[in-house]
């Protein structure tokens, strides 16, 4: 049968040993693997290449198209780059999978029912990482969504959910707040949901789907949700089903796909035999499923619930009068090869389909909407603490466009602000048309001209659109 050349890396802090714990798993169930290892993390960034990976090890794993990886350590201190970012933007790993099941009872938890997956967009929202300093006392981060990205993110998982026979997904966004960017993601969900009537769905606010899913995961089975949430929830699914150290994730693009355990690399355990393989184990499973050696992963997944159901833990979920024996990292490798080709007789055993693939149709953009200039809002640096005052200054540029709004913070200032209103020194100022027509182009750059001949320090600008006659910018809290 065919060999697989896969790339991978040992990381820093722990990463060596529980990769040589995995690696030790994967030869003895007879994975057809062949491996190609590079160097990432720690040494290279302080070797000074600021994004932790060079260009070899790049070539290495868009050749080989699959990367297993430990966990690395990133340099404290300003200048170092996320890798894992880099790598899931720069490859398209548009997905982020995470299965949070529990093992009750032989791994603590509250949840003995629980068995969710949570499928997390990997590129864009808060993690575009566009951010700047625009005023002394304020900073800003940009938040993009894109119509592309949550068409992807949402039909994968409920594609997930049809392959592995899963009953319900479930989105959760904060759309009642961010209209427009969370509304969008909540917008397509509802779009594609009806694509898969077969598969029930169900949306939830993010604050209250977070706090039941970690009081109630009986409620969930898949999932979706933007970067910033999904990495937060993700992680608190995983700690509530037993331990972040059982947990291994994928990372899934079009052509390349990352596997690795969710923590880190704990540098103060590294080198003393005691972390737990189990989230490198589980991810390498999640790989060769990947790779369609869906035989080798179910054997090793078999023989892990097995050393499991035994009680054979790891200190991290090592617990007296459940757990028969407390096993270092490779005692736990050597106990899950023991049990290779056996099943546990508690847990439930796995039985994974033949060729589990899950293509995602390229994105066809559909027409242009008709869109029309409205107004702009501009941002400027003003010392000044009335409102009042500002706009007195910003009503000289009125030309068809207009002053009509001055925000502090997002909160309406003027026209009839409150005096209780706390403000800084970022002002968002709104012009716009006063009748249904269209702004005029050369009016923008006409007002900011006339601003900067009036010394108002124009920080920022965002034009202000309809399409298809709908407004897609938000109104002011409290307009």
Same mark, same amino acid.
């Given at each position: ?30 994975a057809r693997l062949e491996y190609e290892q590079i160097e990432v993390g720690e040494k290279v960034y302080l070797n000074g290449n600021t994004s932790g990976i060079d260009q070899s090890a790049w070539n290495s794993i868009r050749q080989n198209k699959v990367f297993l990886k430990a966990p690395i350590t990133t340099p404290q201190g300003g200048g170092y780059k996320s890798l894992n970012v880099t790598m899931r933007k720069s490859l398209g790993l548009f997905a982020n +999978?995470?299965?949070?099941? !529990? ?8 949840? #003995? ?18 951010? =700047? ?16 990205? !949550? ?81 937060? &929830? ?8 037993? !331990? ?18 969710? =923590?880190?690399?704990? #540098? ?16 390498? &499973? ?9 035989? &080798? ?19 991290? +979920? ?20 023991? =049990?290779?080709? *056996? ?13 589990? *693939? ?42 068809? +466009?207009?002053? !009509?709004? +001055? ?73």
């Open positions: 049968m065919e060999v697989k050349k896969i790339t991978v890396a040992h990381g820093d802090g722990i990463g060596p040993e529980i990769m040589e714990a995995t690696l030790t798993v994967l030869k003895a169930a007879g +999978i995470r299965p949070c099941n !529990s093992f009750h009872p032989f791994v603590r938890t509250k949840h #003995p029912e629980m068995d969710v997956v949570v499928i997390r967009e990997n590129e864009e929202d808060l993690y575009a990482g566009i951010e =700047h300093q625009q005023t002394d006392e304020v900073v800003q981060c940009l938040k993009l969504i894109t119509r592309p990205g !949550s068409e992807k993110i949402i039909r994968y998982a409920f594609e997930y959910a049809r392959l592995y026979k899963r009953k319900k997904v479930s989105c959760f966004t904060k759309d009642n707040i961010m209209k427009h960017t969370d509304g969008l993601f909540h917008r397509v969900f509802k779009e594609i949901a009806a694509e898969y009537p077969d598969i029930e769905s169900d949306s939830w606010i993010i604050d209250i789907g977070a706090a039941r899913l970690a009081d109630t995961p009986e409620m969930f089975d898949v999932v979706v949700m933007p970067n910033l949430y999904g990495d937060i &929830v993700s992680d608190i699914t995983a700690q509530i089903s037993g !331990s972040v150290g059982l947990a291994g994730t994928a990372n899934i693009g079009a052509s390349c796909a990352m596997f690795e355990a969710i =923590h880190g690399s704990a #540098p103060d355990i590294a080198g003393k035999d005691m972390a737990n393989p189990s989230g490198l184990i589980r991810a390498a &499973v999640m790989m060769l499923n990947h790779i369609g050696q869906q035989d &080798v992963a179910e054997k090793i997944n078999n023989a892990w619930l097995c050393a499991i159901e035994k009680g054979l833990h790891t200190p991290d +979920i090592f617990k007296e009068g459940v757990s028969t024996q407390k096993l270092g990292t490779r005692a736990f490798a050597e106990a899950v090869v023991a =049990h290779l080709g *056996q099943k546990p007789e508690k847990l439930s055993a796995v039985e994974f389909d033949k060729d589990v *693939q899950i293509q995602i149709p390229i994105y066809q953009r559909a027409k242009a909407a008709s869109k029309k200039l409205k107004g702009v809002d501009v941002f400027v640096d003003w010392k000044g603490s009335d409102a009042n005052e500002l706009a007195v200054l910003l009503q000289r540029l009125n030309r068809d +466009i207009r002053l !009509s709004m +001055i925000t502090n913070r997002g909160v309406k200032v003027w026209p009839n602000g409150f005096e209780e209103t706390f403000c800084t020194d970022h002002w968002r100022c709104r012009f716009e048309v006063e009748n249904g027509n269209p702004a005029l182009r050369e009016s923008i750059p006409i007002l900011l001209r006339e601003a900067l001949n009036a010394n108002i320090d124009v920080i920022k600008t965002e034009n202000l659109y309809e399409f298809d006659g709908e407004r897609r910018y938000s109104l002011g809290q409290g307009q």
